[in-house]
T-cell receptor
Framework: DAKTTQPNSMESNEEEPVHLPCNHS???????IHWYRQLPSQGPEYVIH???SNVNNRMASLAIAEDRKSSTLILHRATLRDAAVYYC??????????FGTGTSLTVIP | EPEVTQTPSHQVTQMGQEVILRCVPI?????FYWYRQILGQKVEFLVS????????KSEIFDDQFSVERPDGSNFTLKIRSTKLEDSAMYFC???????????????FGAGSRLTVL
């Protein structure tokens, strides 16, 4: 599986936007970019995914670079409940789905 | 919203004992997975299961582990002769008919914490 690189940790003030970056320079043409998050003491939770175009859903937005070698997860207004580890994962064909170390997001009240 | 349900939420066992962790995936899902997370470490893929057989497994998933879908609803992970290092949170996940395409989304359960003494 292609590798992703994320910062280990980030901080954000409550009610401000958060941009979580992910680099995936070895992405292949069929790899989807997925974002999951893991709140403390819970299982991973799907956030958003995309292939080439930017995507929006009720939780977040995903901005994908034109060359697809990087992407950014955007939380439009961070809340304390958004404090979690956010994982950027490339998913191609096959059933493996590998988590990296992710970005630990701290939201400051 | 449909959920993946896991039981037990916490199990304590003695080293060398066998453990079965149970999962009820989302009813119309066809692909099933087990992951584990040792305390403070990352989520690790163990195995995926489709059409009543293992489709992929990691090097962690050795002969000590087995999976089964004994009926139409349950998906189980059996750990034979548990070791101290098997202590971890075990997550079950399922995904739908998108199958092995990259678009397929996983839904995870809340996990089963296994403590081996």
């Amino acid at each position: 599986d292609a590798k992703t690189t994320q910062p280990n940790s980030m901080e954000s003030n409550e009610e401000e936007p958060v941009h979580l970056p992910c680099n995936h320079s070895t992405i292949s043409g069929t790899d989807y970019i997925h974002w999951y998050r893991q709140l403390p003491s819970q299982g991973p939770e799907y956030v958003i995914h995309g292939l080439t175009s930017n995507v929006n859903n009720r939780m977040a937005s995903l901005a994908i670079a034109e060359d697809r070698k990087s992407s950014t997860l955007i939380l439009h207004r961070a809340t304390l409940r958004d404090a979690a580890v956010y994982y950027c994962i490339l998913r191609g064909t096959g059933n493996q789905f590998y988590f990296g170390t992710g970005t630990s997001l701290t939201v400051i009240p | 919203e449909p959920e993946v349900t896991q039981t037990p939420s916490h199990q304590v066992t003695q080293m060398g004992q066998e453990v079965i962790l149970r999962c009820v995936p989302i009813s119309n899902h066809l692909y099933f997975y087990w992951y584990r997370q040792i305390l403070g470490q990352k989520v690790e893929f163990l195995v995926s299961f489709y059409n009543n057989e293992i489709s992929e497994k990691s090097e962690i998933f050795d002969d000590q582990f087995s999976v089964e879908r004994p009926d139409g609803s349950n998906f189980t992970l059996k750990i034979r002769s548990t070791k101290l290092e098997d202590s971890a949170m075990y997550f079950c996940a399922s995904s739908g008919a998108g199958g092995a395409t990259g678009a397929n989304v996983l839904t995870f359960g809340a996990g089963s914490r296994l403590t081996v003494l």
